[in-house]
């Protein structure tokens, strides 16, 4: 089975700021990866797969990059909504998702 | 509009069997394949298990392969999660969510999920 590793778990950040998530696959994964979102109470929502390609409606300050076993989600300027729960999920093998990382406010 | 609204959570004593549905609209649901996700309370998501479009093909996590069941009724657009042998650390919400086309169980995300459903493994 794929594991995925997702760094860091938890993360303190400002309205504004950029941040960047990472995510590390035991094995290439193809760029098959995904990022969600998920608040508390909340289904997880999917915004980027494909490694870059941004869910229609999710806003254009989301990017991901990477390629073979290691993968990113930059958030370019952060906005209050953004505080969140941020799951990376691999879909080249059945799936398996990273731990999350916890986005809060700083 | 899209729309998965699970149902059947509740309460039961280890040892004991459930069945979860997840009640489908908005899209042509024999076409797609499902799959059944969890999340144990304050932990992350967990991939259960999967089913193709044609319900001939099913995977399972080794956390619950032999004791739950995945199958589907396309023609009430219904997926179900059959749970026996339930176990304390299956307490957990439980996500319905829309993978990709037709009869592959993989290679695509989860662009639709449900509301979930909460599951409660407590004498």
């Known amino acids: 089975d794929i594991q995925m590793t997702q760094s860091p778990s938890s993360l303190s950040a400002s309205v504004g700021d950029r941040v960047t998530i990472t995510c590390r696959a035991s094995?290439?994964?193809?760029?098959?990866l995904a990022w969600y979102q998920q608040k508390p109470g909340k289904a997880p929502k999917l915004l980027l797969y494909?490694?870059?390609r941004l869910e229609s409606g999710v806003p254009s300050r989301f990017s991901g990059s990477g390629s073979g076993t290691d993968y990113t989600l930059t958030i370019s300027s952060l906005q209050p909504e953004d505080f969140a729960t941020y799951y990376c999920?691999?879909?080249?093998?059945?799936?398996?998702f990273g731990q999350g990382t916890k986005l809060e406010i700083k | 509009e899209v729309q998965l609204l699970e149902s059947g959570g509740g309460l039961v004593q280890p040892g004991g069997s459930l069945r979860l549905s997840c009640a489908a609209s908005?899209?042509?649901?024999?076409?797609?394949?499902m799959s059944w996700v969890r999340q144990a309370p304050g932990k992350g998501l967990e991939w259960v298990s999967a089913i193709s479009g044609s319900g001939g093909s099913t995977y399972y996590a080794d956390s619950v392969k032999g004791r739950f069941t995945i199958s589907r009724d396309n023609s009430k657009n219904t997926l179900y999660l059959q749970m026996n042998s339930l176990r304390a650390e299956d307490t957990a919400v439980y996500y319905c969510?829309?993978?990709?086309?037709?009869?592959?169980?993989?290679?695509?995300?989860?662009?639709?999920w449900g509301q979930g459903t909460l599951v409660t493994v407590s004498s």
């Open positions: 969510a829309k993978s990709g086309p037709g009869d592959i169980l993989t290679g695509y995300p989860f662009g639709y």
């Open positions: 094995q290439g994964i193809s760029n098959s």
């Open positions: 908005g899209f042509t649901f024999s076409s797609y394949a």
């Open positions: 494909a490694a870059s």
């Open positions: 999920q691999q879909y080249y093998s059945t799936n398996t």
